[in-house]
């Protein structure tokens, strides 16, 4: 009878211990499937936040380009609008020394104050009409150093 019990203690032992061995193995499986899972949505996580950074930076980088066009558009908006008073200015300058050439000329009835007074007052009209077209050259000049400044900045993004 001792063996009996002895052999029925311990196959229950026995049964008990592949009882606790197959609970072990399924807690151990569902625990790895759930780090699987975890990993799986970190990684997917990170790739998410990569894709969104990369988006970010693209829109940012467009956006910039965007920019910089429409500043470039401005510029030489400008430059044109400067250009075109120069040729405006450089043609009142021509008229100017014009006038200048006639006022130097002998005209009757007009006494050499009056002449000198006439010289004297063109020439200051002659100086200012220099004085602008001086102005306007060197903002020519910075709207084209602007223009060069943006193409390279865009040649840099593109």
């Known amino acids: 009878m001792k063996n009996k019990l002895s052999f029925s203690s311990f196959y229950s032992q026995q049964s008990l211990l592949n009882n606790t061995i197959y609970i072990l193995m399924m807690v151990y499986m569902l625990a ?16 998410d936040s990569i ?26 908006a400008e430059h044109d609008g400067f250009s075109n008073r120069l040729i405006i200015f450089k043609a009142d300058l021509e008229a100017a020394q014009d006038k200048l050439g006639t006022i130097r000329q002998y005209q009757l009835l007009r006494t050499p104050n009056e002449r000198e007074e006439q010289i004297r007052n063109q020439t200051i009209v002659i100086e200012q009409i220099e004085q602008e077209v001086e102005a306007i050259s060197a903002k020519i000049n910075l709207c084209e150093e602007a223009a060069r400044n943006i193409r390279a900045e865009l040649i840099k993004l593109q």
């Open 32 to 47: 790895a499937c759930n780090n699987r899972e975890r990993a799986q949505a970190e990684q997917k996580q990170r790739e």
């Open 51 to 76: 894709r969104i950074a990369t988006e970010n930076a693209v829109r940012q980088r467009l956006d910039r380009i965007q920019q910089l066009k429409d500043s470039l558009t401005s510029v030489e």
